[in-house]
């Protein structure tokens, strides 16, 4: 009895931190949601509409539009970080000349702030005057405009979020890769398993919570990025970039259509979750009941 | 007798004045001595003109009432989102906020802001002498209500003018060339044709000759508001769509269907010369707030172009940052001519007259310390100076300061234009819905940019958006 009451005494403070910034803010959020409320609108005020605001998000197609470019920068990006992520960790693994240095070195987009980041690429790819425009061409003869090319500014912002999150797949991967006991790669060895089956069937299937948890994290911010690509693109051209954070964002800052806003931000909560989940099912689920049997 | 008595007269008189004087300067320490150890916060977008708040102007108020003054500058949407935020929630954090020109009506709509003019009556102890509601330009009438109450300091001013290369239009050879291949001599345009013709010259002289050159500026971010003001508060007015095409008096109608004017031929017309624009201007252009047109012109690479007025100072004075200085001409910009009749009559408007104010929130804590600063940064004796260093004028008798008619000349009459010709322009329209109306439009307007869809018919959608967004807020019924 007392030990639970220390053990709760002990959780208190994290609890009521929880509630405070995040049950009694999603807890509005929801209630927002269920509301018509601009504050520049004829009418100021918050007033009930029931579930208006979700309807009307199945036929908003810039909504839509914002939930597809969204899933597809996240699938592009996250994927590439964890290939990238992974051959990057198996070669820190390896004893080779400046290896402190490159590791640093490699770490060090992590610690940037995203709207720098943002603001360097900005400067980077400004037609004109960027770098990376002025090599293309001298070097490919290619025509590099973020303003108009729609396929290139998408490109952009996926290797924009592929360099400055990489670095954190490797760390996480390494990590795992450090732990691992040496027994089972020996034993393999020894029983004439090559390369790709030790990596098939003992390097991944013991890295996979750590794979699981990276894949979890980057998905996650993934599908909230608005700094970075604000600053890059503004969302354009057009809608090319317009994720879903900064479609709520346009929707609750600018327009100031917040019971509108309050409802996106509530069903694209509910699609993480879902997302997460299914991810979870693919990946955990299938091995488990391997297990079992 | 007499000269001694001239003599006592003269001292008098001298003894008056400076008594009176010091009784004026006193007034800041006097007014002060109330308020010490309060921290006023204002909260305004990072432009010359604030930062002379932030780095002149608060000191010296500072030094003289006891009162500490902080400013924070950022960009133009995190101040938006800043001021509201805090003055919607009510939570107090800004005793100053900057208002540009374009959200007061939202604003006063929302009562958000102190009545100036009110409070200085309501307690005549705040009132410095050296401050005058009347001492504004006519750019002051924005912030005020139909009382002519005034709610916010004029801080900053501009018009968006007709910038072009006096070296580039004056080269006997650039001349020669033009002639023979238009057949007309080479000035300023004056209507959307000769625009057109010198944009269209000077992009192929650029070419044939293997110079970074090109024949006009366009402020057409493809993901950015920036594109969508360039043409309705720039381009549209020339072509005599006013008040981005919808009627306020007649339901807010937007579409020519229901009276409104934001899909007419007129409008239609305006947005294809303005995408013809685009097609030859530089490349960086599809990716140009007002910021990269500014430094677009100054780097030199263009022959023309419409440019704000804070942005067009520099560019003409401050050789550290510009490549085209004292080679830089200003002018009308250009329009119809049935158009120019119609704004001279008093019907529309050539374009954009820009600029913002600073305004005391409702919610401040610290309203009375407030009201002694917005005055002090509104004394006609503070302004000069401000001119200079930031130029912008908002006192009428700022113009005839020496200080402001020698950077007139620099500036190769701007500050006249500004005098003269202010009236030919215009803020935004009085709506109290501006930002709701174009993000709701914006994409849409991308979309045209990006061709995606036609001019004709994104006009179209357009309309019909604003219309549903304005029904949507409850304006339309």
Same mark, same amino acid.
């Given at each position: ?293 | ?12 008189? +001298? *003894?008056?004045?400076?008594?009176? %004087? ?7 320490? &006097?007014? *002060? ?31 003289? @009432? ?168 720039s381009v549209a007015p020339t072509f005599g769509v006013y008040n981005w095409g919808i009627d306020a008096g007649n339901n807010y109608a937007a579409t020519v269907a229901n009276g409104g004017q934001m899909n007419s031929d007129k409008a239609k017309a305006a947005l294809k010369y303005w995408l013809h624009l685009r097609d030859i201007a530089p490349p960086e252009s599809a990716a140009s707030t007002w910021t990269e ?53 008093? @019907? ?31 004394? &006609? ?11 912008? %004028? ?16 620099? +500036? ?66």
């Open positions: 009895m007392r030990s639970n009451t220390v053990g709760w005494l002990m959780l208190a403070p994290t609890i009521a931190i929880l509630a405070v910034f995040g049950i009694a803010p999603f807890i509005y959020v929801l209630y927002v949601a269920f509301h018509h409320w601009n504050p520049f609108g004829a009418d100021p005020l918050m007033t009930y509409n029931g579930a208006n605001n979700f309807r009307r998000l199945v036929f908003d197609r810039e909504f839509l539009l914002s939930i597809a470019v969204t899933i597809k920068f996240a699938f592009f990006a996250v994927v590439s970080e964890i290939i990238l992520g992974y051959l990057l960790a198996q070669l820190f693994m390896r004893e080779f000349p400046g290896r402190g240095l490159f590791r640093t070195v490699h770490t060090l987009p992590l610690i940037v702030a995203p709207i720098v980041v943002g603001s360097v690429w900005r400067l980077m790819t400004t037609p004109s005057i960027g770098i990376i425009p002025y090599l293309l061409k001298t070097w490919f003869g290619y025509d590099l405009n973020i303003g108009r090319d729609a396929g290139a500014a998408f490109l952009l912002t996926v290797i924009m979020d592929i360099w400055h999150w990489t670095p954190l797949v490797t760390l996480t991967l390494l990590a795992a890769l450090l732990s691992l006991p040496k027994e089972p790669f020996e034993q393999a060895q020894i029983d004439g398993a090559n390369r790709w089956q030790i990596f098939w069937h003992i390097t991944l299937p013991m890295i996979r919570p750590a794979i699981l948890a990276t894949v979890f994290i980057r998905l996650m911010d993934a599908l909230r990025t608005v700094d970075e690509v604000w600053m890059l693109t503004s969302g354009g051209p057009g809608a090319a970039t317009r994720y879903v954070g900064l479609h709520i964002w346009k929707i609750v800052f600018p327009k100031t259509d917040y019971g509108y806003g309050a409802a996106i931000s509530v069903i694209v909560l509910y699609l993480t979750l879902v997302m997460c989940w299914l991810l979870y099912v693919a990946l955990v689920a299938p091995r488990q009941k391997k297990e079992a049997e | 007798m007499i000269r001694k008595s001239g003599i006592g007269l003269a001292a008098l008189t +001298l *003894g008056l004045l400076a008594s009176v %004087i010091s009784a004026k300067a006193d007034f800041w320490s &006097d007014a *002060g001595a109330k308020y010490q150890g309060v921290v006023l916060h204002g909260v305004t977008e990072s432009t010359p003109p604030s930062n002379y708040i932030k780095d002149v102007l608060a000191p010296e108020f500072e030094k003289k @009432t006891g009162i500490k003054v902080e400013i924070e500058t950022t960009s133009w949407d995190q101040m938006y989102d800043k001021a509201i935020k805090d003055m919607e929630a009510k939570t107090g954090i800004y005793d100053m906020v900057y208002i540009e020109q374009d959200i007061i009506y939202a604003y006063l709509a929302r009562n958000f802001l102190v009545n100036i003019t009110q409070s200085l009556k309501d307690d005549a102890s705040l009132k410095s002498p050296d401050f005058d509601e009347t001492h504004f330009t006519t750019f002051a009438n924005y912030f005020k209500n139909a009382d002519g109450d005034l709610f916010g300091v004029p801080m900053e001013a501009f018009i968006k003018v007709y910038l072009y290369r006096t070296d580039l239009f004056n080269d006997p050879k650039i001349q020669e060339a033009f002639k023979a291949e238009t057949g007309k001599d080479l000035k300023p345009a004056a209507t959307h044709e000769e625009y057109t013709q010198i944009a269209e010259f000077f992009t192929k002289y650029g070419k044939d000759n293997g110079l970074e050159l090109w024949g006009t500026t366009a402020q057409a971010h493809t993901g950015h508001p920036a594109s969508w003001y360039e043409f309705f508060e047109v500014g430094t677009t012109f100054a780097a030199g690479r263009v022959a023309q172009g419409l440019v704000y007025g804070e942005n067009a100072a520099w560019i003409a004075s401050d050789a550290e940052k510009s490549r085209v200085v004292g080679n830089v001409g200003v002018a009308l910009p250009p329009t119809d001519a049935a158009v120019l009749e119609e704004v001279k009559g008093g @019907t529309g408007y050539l374009g954009y007259y820009d600029g913002g104010a600073f305004g005391l929130p409702i919610t401040s804590k610290n309203k009375e310390a407030a009201l002694l600063f917005l005055q002090f940064i509104g004394q &006609d004796s503070v302004q000069a100076d401000w001119a200079v260093a930031a130029p912008r %004028i908002t006192n009428t008798a700022t113009y005839d300061d020496p200080k402001v008619i020698e950077m007139d000349k620099q +500036l190769n009459g701007y500050y006249s234009m500004l005098k003269n010709e202010g009236k030919l322009f215009a803020g935004a329209p009085p709506f109290p819905f501006h930002a709701q109306v174009r993000e709701a439009t914006a994409p849409i307007f991308y979309s045209i940019l990006l061709g995606e869809i036609g001019p004709d018919e994104g006009l179209d959608q357009m309309a019909a958006k604003a219309e549903e967004e304005l029904t949507n807020l409850g304006y339309r019924k």
